[in-house]
């Protein structure tokens, strides 16, 4: 029997015996879920503990994913359950993280044209699209692995403390800065602003990365998040996008 263990605005997850089955809804298109696909595919090519890909098909016009079922609790589960372990968890968070970062993976989207691509699709003034997508041109082009969406619920810690990583689905190579302001910007969103700094703080130590320049990125990566903001998270959005000259 399938088992719901996800509902998202526009897909369903299913857990079957040992696979997890991604369930889209009609608004997604074949490009859009084969591009998934396929970014899991080469990221499984890697060192990475990853889940592994089964088959993409297609049953009464909808399209899912099936990947291997990953045994364990999510890191940020844990974090909530072992409060006094969360620093250690922070720490291997952005070990990983660092990891990733330092991961070639080829034949990825680049995440510049990601972010434009998201942006275009906002409502924003015409003028500020134009501003944001020429601060994006500006930044540093480097070619690092960005998962996208690297938060702790996108870890799977099993029962021999092995840190998987899914959801490829926004994976790209780019600026690694930019994939940090999206998870601190997550932390800001969905946990607290001290746990926020916190992790900044120390991936910032660890890689000398000024905390400037990753803050720089803010206002890009919340107007790349605003078509896909839950409501209560728009105004919170808006505020950092028009906070972008006094970064």
């Not at 601060?135 to 996208?148: D, S, T, V």
């Amino acid at each position: 029997m399938k088992k719901i263990i996800g509902v998202r605005i526009d897909k369903t997850i299913y857990k079957d015996e040992n696979k997890v089955i991604k369930c889209f809804d009609n608004n997604y298109t074949k490009a859009q879920v084969l591009n998934e696909a396929l970014n899991q595919a080469r990221v499984e090519e890697t060192n990475l503990l990853v889940p592994k890909l089964i088959s993409t098909t297609n049953k009464d016009g909808k399209w899912m994913i099936e990947y291997e079922y990953i045994e364990g609790k999510t890191l940020e589960c844990l974090m909530v359950e072992n409060k006094d372990k969360f620093d250690e968890y922070l720490e291997n968070f952005i070990n990983l993280q660092i990891r990733v970062h330092n991961t070639e993976v080829l034949m990825l989207n680049k995440l510049k044209d990601k972010l434009n691509y998201k942006i275009e699709q906002t409502n924003l003034l015409a003028t500020l699209r134009y501003e944001i997508r020429s601060r994006i041109e500006a930044m540093p082009k480097h070619n690092k692995l960005c998962h996208g969406d690297y938060n702790p619920s996108n870890i799977i810690v099993n029962d021999n403390n092995e840190y998987y990583i899914i959801d490829w689905a926004h994976a790209a190579t780019g600026n690694a800065s930019a994939d940090v302001a999206f998870t601190y910007l997550e932390f800001m969103i969905n946990y607290d602003q001290e746990k926020a700094d916190k992790y900044l703080r120390v991936f910032c130590n660890k890689t000398k990365t000024d905390e400037l320049y990753i803050k720089s990125w803010l206002p890009i990566v919340a107007a790349a998040r605003l078509n896909k903001a839950k409501r209560n998270e728009v105004d919170y959005l808006m505020a950092i996008i028009g906070s972008r000259n006094s970064l």
